[in-house]
T-cell receptor
């Protein structure tokens, strides 16, 4: 595997379900990001991890819970979501979050909340 | 208003040039980026320009930066049907990138 991978690619869940999104990068990067892409809105940064430490939480509701066990893996745990949370969730990585640098994106997880 | 603004749609004929425009607000952004997103895929970096440059050329792509007006443009020469995608302009802010809503480019035969 190369680059940034995300699983699952598609997820349908009810409002009472608990699920997790997974992101893995094989680029030797130290920073990882979660973005939300909704229709007709700009990409929204959700969380930033740099060297496994969370450096940014962009006012994201607590029903989204990130986890970064190591620099290569990033999870987004989902619990009690709302229909308006349906979106494409994109993971990205870069060499270092402290320097403006190219971010490499995964293909995204298309989430539908019923 | 939004930190980064772009027009939402552009339609061109195959072989013509495409110009996608973007305005941004963060004058401290050291780099400005253009990303491309094809259907069902994540964002892919196309090119970027350092803020002290006013032009960068990379094969069919030309980036123009007017720092005074905070205006960035992407010109694609000899546009092909494979260039049909959504193009995002992005500025740097702190730890992350500020993206525009994206411009959907449709290339017709």
């Amino acid at each position: 595997e190369t680059g940034v991978t995300q699983t699952p690619r598609h997820l349908v869940m009810g409002m009472t379900n608990k699920k997790s999104l997974k992101c893995e990068q094989h680029l030797g990067h130290n920073a990882m990001y979660w973005y939300k892409q909704s229709a007709k809105k700009p990409l929204e940064l959700m969380f930033v991890y740099n060297f496994k430490e969370q450096t940014e939480n962009n006012s994201v509701p607590s029903r989204f819970s990130p986890e970064c066990p190591n620099s290569s893996h990033l999870f987004l745990h989902l619990h009690t979501l709302q229909p308006e949370d349906s979106a494409l969730y994109l993971c990205a990585s870069s060499l270092n979050a402290l320097a403006p640098d190219e971010q490499f994106f995964g293909p995204g997880t298309r989430l539908t909340v019923l | 208003g939004e930190d980064v603004e772009q027009s939402l749609f552009l339609s061109v004929r195959e072989g013509d040039s495409s110009v996608i425009n973007c305005t941004y607000t963060d004058s401290s952004s050291t780099y400005l980026y253009w990303y491309k997103q094809e259907p069902g895929a994540g964002l892919q970096l196309l090119t970027y320009i350092f803020s002290n440059m006013d032009m960068k050329q990379d094969q069919r792509l030309t980036v123009l930066l007017n720092k005074k007006d905070k205006h960035l443009s992407l010109r694609i020469a000899d546009t092909q049907t494979g260039d049909s995608a959504i193009y995002f302009c992005a500025s740097v802010s702190g730890y992350a990138l500020n993206f525009g809503k994206g411009t959907s480019l449709l290339v017709t035969p």
